[in-house]
C-alpha cells in the first residue's frame, strides 16, 4: 500500500516538476539570446523584441513559481505517505491546487504585462505600473516564503518518520528510498530558493536600481542564475537517484550512438559503391580483352 500510493502521487509530480524545470531552462536561455540581440541591435518600446521579452520573462516566472509549488507539493505527499501510509492519495489532490496556482500566476504575470503595454512609453514612472510592481513584488515574497516553510517542515517530518521506522519492517525499501529524493529535491530547492529571497529582498530596497555594475550584476545572479540552477540540478539528482532515469537515459545515448554509426556506414558504403561502378566503368570503356591497350599500340 506504501509503494503504491507513493508511486502513484510522486510520479505524476515529478513529471509535473520536470515539465515545469524545462520550461524555466528554455524560457531562460531564450531570455539570453534576446538580451544579446537587444544589445546588437538595440531596443524600442513597443517592437516586436521587446513585447517578446515581456512574454518570455512572464513564462519564466510563472514557471519558476510554479517550480516551487511542484516541489512543495511532492513534499507534502511524500510526507503525507509516510505519516498515513494507508491513505490513498487522489489525483484531485494535486491536480486542483497546480491548476489555480498556474492560473494565479499567469493571470497575475498576464496583467503586468498588460498594464506596462498600455501604460506611457516611460512606463516605469507610471503610478499605475509602479503600484502593480510592487503588489506583485511582495506576493511573490510571501508566496516563496511560504512554500520555503512549509517545503522544511515536510521534509524534518519526512526525515524523522523514515528514521523512526529504520528498523521495523512497516516501511518498504522503496518508499525510503524516495523519500531520500525528495529530501534531495527539496534540499536544493531551499539552498537555490532561500538565496534568492535573499538577493530579491535586497534588490527591491535599492534604491539606485540598474545603474551601478555591482547592482547589474546582483540582479543577474538573483533573476538569471539562482533560478535557472534549481531547475537544472534536479534532472541530476533524478540521474543519480531513480534507476529508471539512467535507464532512459542509456536507451537515449544508446540510440544517438547507433543513427551516428548507421549514418557513418552509409557514407562509407556509398563511397565504396561509388568507387566501385567507377572501377567497373572504367573496365568496360578499356574492355576485357585489352583491345584499348591494342588501340594504343597500334
Known sequence: ????????GGSKLLILLNVFDLCVCTSSALIVVLELLFRMWGSQEGTALVKAMDLLLGTY?????STAFSTCLLSVVRCWCLCFPFKRVNSSHLVVPTVVQVLYVLSREIGL?????????????????QNYVRVRDYLTITFIATIIII????????IKKVRAAKACKDLVKVAR???????????????????????????????TRGQSTGIKFLEFMTFRVLLPMNSATNPLIYLIRKQEMREFVGECLTVVYDLVSCRRHRRLSSRSSSSGEMMTQFTKGTGNDGSASDKLVD
Open 1 to 8: 500500500a506504501v509503494v503504491s500510493t507513493q508511486s502513484t
Open 61 to 65: 516566472v510563472a514557471a519558476g513559481e
Open 113 to 129: 504585462v498588460t498594464v506596462k503595454w498600455t501604460c506611457p512609453p516611460e512606463y516605469w514612472n507610471c503610478e499605475l505600473y
Open 151 to 158: 517545503v522544511i517542515f515536510s521534509n524534518v517530518v519526512s
Open 177 to 207: 528510498r524516495a523519500a531520500v529524493t525528495v529530501f534531495l529535491v527539496a534540499s536544493n530547492f531551499c539552498l537555490f530558493t532561500t538565496t534568492f529571497l535573499v538577493l530579491f529582498c535586497v534588490f527591491q530596497n535599492v534604491p
